[in-house]
């Protein structure tokens, strides 16, 4: 009888620790939702799901998993707000989060979140920098009147208030939250923009727990990106695949100078690159010269679609490894690296000059004479 008793005990807890094991998003909206009433989430190890809407209330549950952050958007922001509208909401535990929406027409991720701390501060994280950067968007039109937000100068502004303003209010979210998961979230998600000084401080306030996880991770490998990408450092060997799945190891190109342009897809920038980087590559070309382009593409297909597009006769890599970050810290696109004959870091340039100007290129002219 006594094992008996135990045995339902244990089963009891197994299909507790089951019920728990899920994430369940309620939410309530008011208003005309014109037959647009579906709700869908999505996200990386996450499957796509959608429920309806029924008398104002949905509910939609998906299995927890570790680091995997749900994206909700709802069909009638996307027919009728006609924007970007999905969202995370940032969780780090099984739970149940709840979302208001009092006027459909403020859209879902204007919602009030309850329910779960972690998705609560993140969207009061969100509240204030989208108000900080509407902030900083009128000061810098008020400075430049008369110029388009595609001008340089107001770029250069506002890249300066982002400097004094937005990088000290992530910096701040994440030191007061370093021993919750939302605030190694927030510190991964910001990773790119961070100094990298103030980045390793951050990383350092973590707490144990939160180290673990992966935005810490990938945060930690930006962090000894950092150290591995300087100049006169010999670059570790790594092995990418070609867009016809054959692996290609870096060493395979010692001999040579080699560009390693870091690209992608969706990158303007890049692409406007490509023609002035199809002469340079027509002048130098040699046994002693290569360009290797790696994309930091996280969609294999768009990959494909634009070398297809392209037509680039150079190598191309497709960075499944986050080689660009662990032993690059690329942190925008097209940044380009030169590398020496023996493997070893010369120059680093991010963006790509087409008035034959740039660092990297100067240098070519001065190694081999053109």
Not at 63 to 90: C, L, M, R, S, W
Not at 124 to 141: I, N, P, S, Y
Not at 193 to 198: F, K, L, M, S, W
Request: aromatic share 10%.
């Amino acid at each position: 009888m006594q094992k008996l008793f135990s045995a339902i005990i244990m089963v009891g807890f197994a299909i507790n620790a089951n019920a728990q094991s899920k994430v369940v998003i309620k939410g309530t909206i008011k208003g005309d939702l014109k037959g647009y009433n579906k709700i869908y989430v999505f996200g990386d190890n996450i499957q796509e799901d959608s429920t309806i809407v029924k008398n104002g209330h949905f509910s939609i549950s998906i299995p927890y998993v570790k680091d995997a952050i749900p994206y909700i958007h709802a069909e009638y922001d996307t027919k009728v707000k006609k924007g970007p509208q999905a969202f995370p909401v940032v969780i780090d535990r099984p739970c149940t989060v709840n979302i208001e929406v009092t006027d459909v027409n403020k859209g879902l991720r204007a919602g009030k979140i309850s329910g779960n701390n972690a998705a609560i501060a993140f969207q009061a994280f969100e509240q204030g920098r989208e108000q900080l950067r509407d902030d900083m968007r009128a000061t810098v039109a008020a400075q430049f009147p008369n110029k388009p937000p595609g001008d340089s100068s107001y770029n250069k502004a506002f890249v300066k208030l982002l400097q004094e303003r937005m990088i000290p209010y992530i910096n701040n979210f994440v030191e007061t939250n370093a021993n919750n998961y939302v605030g190694a979230f927030i510190l991964g998600r910001y990773q790119a923009i961070i100094p990298q000084e103030d980045l390793e401080k951050l990383y350092n306030k973590l707490g144990k727990a939160q180290k673990s996880t992966a935005p810490a991770n990938e945060v930690q490998g930006r962090l000894v990106g950092f150290k591995r990408a300087v100049t006169g450092f010999e670059v570790r060997d790594f092995s990418l695949n070609t867009p016809k799945d054959q692996a290609v190891a870096f060493s395979s190109f010692r001999g040579k100078y080699v560009l390693i342009d870091f690209w992608s897809s969706w990158c303007g920038p890049c692409k406007a690159a490509f023609p002035h980087m199809k002469e340079l590559y027509e002048k130098y070309r040699s046994d002693k010269f290569e360009i290797l382009g790696i994309s930091i593409d996280t969609d294999k297909a768009a990959w494909l679609k634009e070398l297809d597009k392209q037509k680039l006769p150079w190598p191309q890599l497709l960075d499944t490894k986050n080689i660009s970050i662990n032993s690059f810290a690329v942190t925008a696109v097209p940044t380009a690296y030169l590398i020496s004959p023996d493997g070893k870091i010369m120059m680093k340039q991010v963006g790509f000059g087409e008035e034959g100007d740039s660092e990297i290129e100067v240098k070519l002219k001065e190694l081999f004479g053109k």
